[in-house]
C-alpha cells in the first residue's frame, strides 16, 4: 500500500504488519521522513541497507517509544545522558548508547554503538506504539541525496519499493536530529542537527552542578 492522504488506523495497522512481514515503511518524524523496518530481522535490514545504496561502515539510527525499549538495544546507559534525555526527549536529538552484543553489524556499522531517539511526530508516535518495539528511523533518501520530506517525495525516491507510507503532510526539513556520542566519558558531538551542541553541554553541566 502508498498513502494517499492523511493516515488512520487502518493505515497503522497495515504499517505493522508490513515491519512484521519484513517490509519497508516510510513515516514522517518531526524532522524528515525516515524508512522503518525492523532492527532485529537481519534481512529487512539487508533490504534497507540496498534501498539506500548506504556505505557499509554507516549505521541505522533507531527510534523507540520508551526508555523500557532500550533494553533490547544498548548495554548500558550512560550517566551523563540521563539530564539529556528528560530535558530533549521526545525530540530531535539521536544518542549513540553501546550497543548489546546480539544486534547486527548491519544495523550498527563498524561502530559498537546504537543511536537512539525518541521522535515527538504524531505519526511516528502513533506508528511506533501500535508496533511496540523499537524501529529504524533512516533518512527516506538514497545515501548522499538530500532526504524527502512528503509522502509523495517517498513515492517518487522509491515507488512500489517501499511497501507502505504513512501520509502526515510536509515534515519541517532543515537540519537532520543532532548526534551525540561520548568520547574518554565526555560528550561528543557526532553530527550537527536541530538542538545545539552547546545547549546540551549547558543542561549537562547544569547537572553536573546540582550533584556536586
Not at 508496533?131 to 533518512?139: F, I, L, Y
Not at 545515501?143 to 515507488?159: I, L, N
Amino acid at each position: 500500500m502508498i498513502g494517499q492522504g492523511p493516515s488512520d488506523e487502518d493505515d497503522y495497522r497495515w504499517a505493522v504488519a508490513v515491519l512484521e512481514q519484513g517490509g519497508i515503511v516510510a513515516f514522517p518524524t518531526e524532522t524528515f521522513y525516515g524508512l522503518a523496518v525492523d532492527p532485529f530481522n537481519e534481512k529487512a535490514l539487508t533490504d534497507l541497507f540496498r534501498l539506500k545504496g548506504r556505505p557499509s561502515h554507516k549505521p541505522f539510527l533507531v527510534l523507540i517509544q520508551n526508555e523500557t525499549q532500550l533494553t533490547s538495544l544498548a548495554s548500558s546507559i550512560p550517566p551523563v545522558y540521563r539530564p539529556l534525555m528528560q530535558a530533549f526527549w521526545p525530540g530531535p536529538l539521536t544518542l549513540v548508547f553501546p550497543a548489546v552484543a546480539r544486534l547486527s553489524p548491519v544495523l550498527i556499522g563498524d561502530s559498537n554503538g546504537i543511536g537512539v531517539r525518541i521522535s515527538p511526530h504524531p505519526v511516528a508516535r502513533a506508528f511506533g506504539q501500535m508496533w511496540g518495539r523499537p524501529m529504524t528511523a533512516t533518512s527516506a533518501n538514497l545515501s548522499g541525496m538530500p532526504a524527502a520530506r512528503t509522502a509523495y517525495e517517498v513515492r517518487q525516491f522509491f515507488g512500489d519499493e517501499v511497501a507502505c507510507v504513512l501520509d502526515g503532510g510536509q515534515t519541517p526539513g532543515g537540519m537532520s536530529s543532532t548526534v551525540v556520542g561520548l568520547y574518554q566519558g565526555e560528550l561528543q558531538l557526532i553530527r550537527a542537527g536541530v538542538i545545539e551542541f552547546s545547549s546540551l553541554i549547558k543542561v549537562s553541566k547544569a547537572e553536573d552542578r546540582k550533584n556536586y
